[in-house]
Structures are given as structure tokens and as C-alpha cells.
Nanobody
């Protein structure tokens, strides 16, 4: 059974840092490219960063130079190091394959529960 479990979020002041982790199980990691996505209140979910199985990375312009995505293939884990956080980074963060390619029991796209990141003073 496919499962993605995100952790490491929380409340942080502007300029602070957080490191998100996502453990994948059920064969979802494998040779897939992985990505971090986020969804802010009232907005559509957006792609933040991607990493291929060979660790080639790509970033949205809004986070370039501040966020770093990495992966540990032995541990089926993908990370997102977030530095110099801004209030506009506040969102629920999700990991998934890039692009998302697994279905849930209802025939829609499978997503994990996500993790809240709040940047506020």
C-alpha cells in the first residue's frame, strides 16, 4: 500500500529555518522523481522543488536559493531544507512523485496528510 508521511513542520519566525522530511513506502519511491508541493489557504497547490532518482534538482523561482531538496534512496526519504523563510511560505507542504502518479481508493490522485508550515512573528 502506497503511503507518504510528511513531518518537520511548525511555526517559525521570518528568517528562520525548518527541515521537512517525507518517508515513502509501498514502492512509491523506487526510481521515481520526487517533489515537494505546497498549498496556501485559498490557493491552488503548487510545485516547490523536484529531485530525480539521480539527485538532479529543480526549484520554483519563489524558493530558489532558499530551499534545498535532497533524498536518501536507502531510507526512502526525501527532505526539504527551508532557510530564510518568509510569511508567504506559509502553507501545507506535501511530498509526492513528480508528477503525482499514484491513485487513491477513490480514483483520484493520492496525497499524504501534508504538514503545516507557518511563518509568522
Amino acid at each position: 500500500q502506497v503511503q507518504l508521511v510528511e513531518s518537520g513542520g511548525g511555526l517559525v519566525q521570518p528568517g528562520g529555518s525548518l527541515r521537512l522530511s517525507c518517508v515513502a513506502s509501498g514502492g512509491i519511491f523506487g526510481g521515481n522523481a520526487m517533489g515537494w508541493y505546497r498549498q496556501a489557504p485559498g490557493k491552488q497547490r503548487e510545485l516547490v522543488a523536484t529531485i530525480t532518482s539521480g539527485s538532479r534538482t529543480n526549484y520554483a523561482d519563489s524558493v530558489k536559493g532558499r530551499f534545498t531538496i535532497s533524498r536518501d534512496n536507502a531510507e526512502n526519504t526525501v527532505y526539504l531544507q527551508m532557510n530564510s523563510l518568509k510569511p508567504e511560505d506559509t502553507a501545507v507542504y506535501y511530498c509526492n512523485t513528480a508528477p503525482p502518479s499514484y491513485s487513491n481508493r477513490y480514483g483520484g490522485v493520492y496525497w499524504g496528510q501534508g504538514i503545516q508550515v507557518t511563518v509568522s512573528s
